[in-house]
């Protein structure tokens, strides 16, 4: 087949994207934790969704985030809107920064890898939805993996070393994970009909916003330091770097290469962020132990395993019903 076919392009398109997305959403845990030796939790929080909502709305009216929804449809779901921006961004980036600060790079972007168990859980509580017996196979391998990273203790991280702050943040990177599978959950329900491109900008854009009017506010009623110290040029690079990659470019091209190859396979690049965050976190200086090793590669089995045998399971049961539609 040639590579000028539009089969091949579409394919090559959305693997090229979703390499980008990986990059990106792999990077930004060791780029924060590097901008968190200089700055505090929740000014990190902050400041990178100020950067990234006024690009997010771009993206909403542009052709890039589909057929954007009319203006009155708009105002009636902000309150859902509002809600949603909540917990996908003020509790999700409050949560997962603080963290990344407790439990350190490594070890947050370890737990941060096995969201899928966060996800599977919610949707068992929410719609009953029973998980294969694949998937929980997968976790079966997967949650030992963590266990064993976890043990390796945090010494990368910028909190005392201690088991108890290990475990805070462990903790509150777990709860940005339910966060966020809530967040994606309620979105679907909430927003149905809306394109995946829009329906994501208009949600984190609108608790970008949220998000910055609430740190404004508590700054002049003096409960958090206001205005936040002017960060140097290099710091500045890695705060536009981790809003304008990590959210927008991110957002926009995991949805092309989903788009493109489907939400099975795209998934599937999800395993390789924690190697590009680990791996990036070594660059940077921090101190990856065997254990670190062993554990991130048993989630990657236990996950990815999982997802590249309910892919194939799917494309069995395409082609058992395509043959009997033939017959």
Do not use: K
């Amino acid at each position: 087949m040639s590579l000028s076919s539009p089969a091949v392009r579409a394919v090559l398109i959305g693997n090229a994207a979703l390499a980008v997305t990986v990059l990106c959403w792999g990077s930004m845990v060791p780029l924060m934790h590097e901008l968190l030796r200089r700055h505090d939790a929740l000014e990190i929080a902050v400041l990178r969704y100020a950067v990234a909502a006024p690009l997010l709305l771009a993206i909403l009216v542009s052709p890039i985030g589909g057929r954007p929804p009319a203006a009155g449809t708009i105002a009636g779901a902000l309150p859902r809107l509002l809600a949603l921006g909540v917990l996908g961004v003020i509790v999700f980036a409050t949560a997962y920064t603080f963290g990344i600060y407790y439990a350190g790079p490594v070890q947050a972007s370890i737990v941060g890898s096995a969201a899928p168990v966060i996800a599977v859980a919610l949707g068992w509580l929410l719609n009953r939805d029973v998980p294969d017996r694949t998937l929980l196979l997968g976790i079966a391998v997967a949650v030992p993996g963590t266990a064993l990273a976890l043990s390796a203790g945090n010494a990368n991280a910028l909190a005392a070393e201690s088991p108890w702050i290990l475990a805070l943040g462990v903790a509150l990177v777990l709860l940005a994970n339910v966060a966020w599978s809530l967040y994606s959950a309620l979105a679907r329900r909430w927003m149905d009909g809306w394109p995946p491109v829009a329906l994501t900008a208009a949600t984190i854009a609108a608790g970008g916003i949220l998000f910055s009017l609430g740190y404004v506010a508590a700054g002049l009623a003096g409960l958090v330091r206001f205005p936040p110290p002017a960060p140097t040029l290099p710091d500045a690079g890695l705060l536009v770097f981790v809003a304008v990659f990590g959210i927008c470019l991110g957002v926009v091209c995991w949805n092309l290469g989903v788009a493109r190859l489907g939400l099975s396979l795209a998934s599937l690049y999800l395993n390789v962020t924690p190697i590009v965050a680990i791996g990036l976190s070594a660059v940077l200086g921090a101190d990856v132990t065997a254990a670190h090793l062993a554990g991130t590669a048993l989630v990657i089995l236990g996950i990815g395993g999982a997802q590249v045998q309910r892919l194939r399971d799917a494309r069995a049961a395409d082609r058992a019903a395509q043959t009997a539609a033939e017959r």
